[in-house]
Structure formats: structure tokens, C-alpha cells
């Protein structure tokens, strides 16, 4: 009996547990902690964190590949959604079903503010080569700047798997930590008086122009860039659904069931890749850092792309909508609106900082798809 016992000891997880796993699994459940408790990016931190959890539990076998002996574990079939670049497309697919794309339209100037914001990527690029990276790791990293989860995912299974579960956790982090990380950025690049000017209220859009510019947006970018087609040309897709008005089960399905269901298979999936010998090593430390900086010069580009539009403008443009050109949607828009209140209780700039926001959607989508037809 003792005999038994002991063999049932020596077959267990914890005998198999390593330190590294078990900082790790710590690292999980803080991460766990933020999205219950504090509600940080929930719907993808939570499967994120609990893959994370799951694929460091030793023996569990959750990622092992098939053998002839074995079918292979749950999430390495799972995972395959992101290995093959089927995940974030659809993740985009349904965006586009919840994205007004009117602002972007009434304004289309504010085109200019989401291509500015892009510059972060260029920039952690850079800095990643400077740092002994290559090309398409360097990609892989820089697309964090965008704050696109589902593109920074993409670009990383395409270019450098083996570096996704690291950028894919930077880019949710960053995307989370918006009201925190960009206010001090748009304080230190504006003025208490710029932050006060109010806009011009938009005019309105027409059903015909919001049906034809989808349909615009993929001819012109997918045939200057064929990488993009698969995010834009999705995203697009999306969008076309809700505002033709035909479908709207459609519509429906891809604003709620069919969203949440791709959002947990994502994240559980990325979550897995987190194995603590990749998560606790310098380089992933590298790309936190990098990717940090790639989401502060993106904030920066924008805004420093509002102040030449305000100045043309002779004053009419805040400058501050420039930061929402990041692709983080609504978050970084209503962080503009927030600034804006705090300076004149008066102003209303969540529509005019949508323009940039949904801008930054499509401008991630073509850098990224840029990086993909250089380095894939």
C-alpha cells in the first residue's frame, strides 16, 4: 500500500513542478486578479490568464502535439486557430460589425491623426534591430505600438511564433493600462488652453456613404497592399453587414455570440503558449520594454500629427484627439473625452476623437500588413 502511494506521489504534477512554474502560475493569478476584481480587459485576460495557467501545470499534456500514441492535448488543437492566422481575422470581423465608421467619414482629415499614431511601430521596429532582432521578430514586436491585440497576435503567428505568447501579453497589457499610460503623454505634449478648445459638431453622414466606404476602403488597400486583405478585408466584411441594414441577425451574431466565442478560444489559446521558460527570460522583458515604448511614440506621434493639423487649422483642431489614433477602441477616444471635460467641463470630443480611433483600426492593419509583405 505504502508502495502504491508513494508511486501515486512520484506521477503527481507537484513532484514535476519547477520554481520557474510555479512564478509563473503566480503571475497567472494576479493576472486573473485583474480582470475579476479589477476588471482590466476582462474578456480576454481572464481566458488569457487561465490558458497561462493551464499550459504550466505539469504532466496536464494540454499542449503536447499528436503522436502515434496519443491524440495530443485539447489546446494544442485549439491553438491551431492562431498558428493558422484563423483567429484574429474573425476577431476583426466581428469589430467591424460594432464600429461606426461616420466620424472617420465627416472628417476624413482625422485619416492623417490614425497614421500618425502608427509611428510606434516604426519606432520599437527600429529599436528591436538595434537590439541584435530580426526582421521579423523586430515586426512582430513593433505591431504593439498600434494597440491592436488581434493584429499584434496575427503579425506574431505569422512572423515569430515562438515569440506570441510575450507580444500577445504586452499588447492586451498596454491595451488595458490606456487611461493610465496616455493622459501624462497628452498633458506633457499640450497645453491647458489647446486641451480646452471645443470642435465643430460633425456633420451628418448618409446610409450611402457609410455602405460604399467598406467597400472603397478594402478595393483601394488590399490591391496597394495585399497582405492587409485578410484583417482589413474582414474588418471591412463586418462593417458592411451592420450598416447595409439586410442581415441584422447577422449583425447581431457578430456583435455578441460569435465575438465572445472566438475572444475565449483566442485567449485561452495565446494564454497556452506561455510556457514559464519563454515568459520568464530577458527577452521577454525586451519586449514588454519595447513594446511600451512603441505604445508611448504611437500616443505621442498622434498628437504631435494634432498640433500640425491644429496649427493649419488655425486653432479649430484639438490636438488631443491625435492621441486616439491608436488602434484601441473606444478606450483611447474616451480617455480624450475625459482630458477634455477635465479642461472645460463643456466640451464634447468622444465623436471627433472616434474619427482617429477607428482610423488607428485600419492603419494597424495596413502597417501590419505592410511588415507581412516585407518579411513573411
Not at 4 to 33: C, D, H, N, R
Not at 330 to 346: C, D, I, L, S, Y
Request: net charge neutral; charged share 10%.
Amino acid at each position: 500500500m505504502l508502495e502504491m502511494l508513494l508511486e501515486f506521489w512520484q506521477e503527481t504534477g507537484l513532484m514535476a513542478l519547477s520554481w520557474k512554474e510555479v512564478v509563473t502560475i503566480g503571475i497567472a493569478s494576479l493576472f486573473l486578479y485583474l480582470a475579476i476584481k479589477k476588471g482590466y480587459e476582462p474578456y480576454l485576460l481572464l481566458p488569457i490568464a487561465f490558458g497561462m495557467l493551464l499550459v504550466n501545470l505539469p504532466l496536464g499534456g494540454l499542449m503536447a502535439p499528436p503522436t502515434a500514441d496519443s491524440a495530443g492535448g485539447l489546446l494544442y488543437y485549439l491553438y491551431q486557430g492562431v498558428e493558422l492566422g484563423i483567429y484574429p481575422p474573425l476577431i476583426f470581423l466581428c469589430l467591424g460589425a460594432t464600429i461606426d465608421f461616420g466620424p472617420l467619414i465627416a472628417n476624413p482629415v482625422t485619416l492623417l491623426l490614425g497614421g500618425g499614431a502608427q509611428i510606434g511601430i516604426f519606432v520599437a521596429f527600429f529599436g528591436a534591430i538595434a537590439l541584435g532582432m530580426t526582421g521579423p521578430e523586430a515586426s512582430s514586436i513593433g505591431i504593439i505600438g498600434g494597440a491592436d491585440g488581434p493584429t499584434a497576435i496575427y503579425v506574431a503567428s505569422q512572423l515569430a511564433p515562438r515569440l506570441l505568447s510575450s507580444i500577445a501579453l504586452a499588447a492586451y497589457s498596454y491595451m488595458a493600462l490606456v487611461p493610465i499610460i496616455q493622459p501624462p503623454i497628452i498633458r506633457l505634449l499640450t497645453t491647458p488652453e489647446q486641451r480646452k478648445i471645443k470642435m465643430e459638431q460633425l456633420r451628418p453622414v448618409s446610409k450611402k456613404e457609410k455602405i460604399v466606404f467598406p467597400i472603397v476602403v478594402t478595393l483601394f488597400t488590399t490591391l496597394l497592399v495585399p497582405s492587409s486583405a485578410p484583417l482589413i478585408g474582414m474588418l471591412m466584411l463586418g462593417n458592411l453587414v451592420k450598416e447595409s441594414g439586410r442581415v441584422p441577425k447577422i449583425a447581431a451574431t457578430l456583435e455578441n455570440a460569435f465575438m465572445y466565442i472566438i475572444t475565449i478560444l483566442l485567449g485561452i489559446s495565446v494564454g497556452a503558449k506561455a510556457e514559464a521558460d519563454v515568459l520568464l527570460s530577458v527577452e521577454t522583458g525586451l519586449i514588454i520594454l519595447l513594446g511600451l515604448t512603441a505604445f508611448a511614440a504611437g500616443t505621442a506621434g498622434g498628437i504631435l500629427m494634432g498640433q500640425v493639423m491644429y496649427v493649419l487649422s488655425k486653432g479649430k483642431i484639438n490636438p488631443m484627439i491625435g492621441s486616439a489614433g491608436v488602434s484601441a477602441v473606444p478606450m483611447a477616444a474616451r480617455v480624450v473625452q475625459k482630458e477634455g471635460a477635465k479642461a472645460n467641463p463643456t466640451n464634447f470630443l468622444l465623436m471627433h476623437a472616434m474619427g482617429p480611433n477607428v482610423a488607428g483600426v485600419i492603419g494597424s492593419a495596413v502597417a501590419a500588413g505592410v511588415l507581412l509583405q516585407f518579411f513573411s
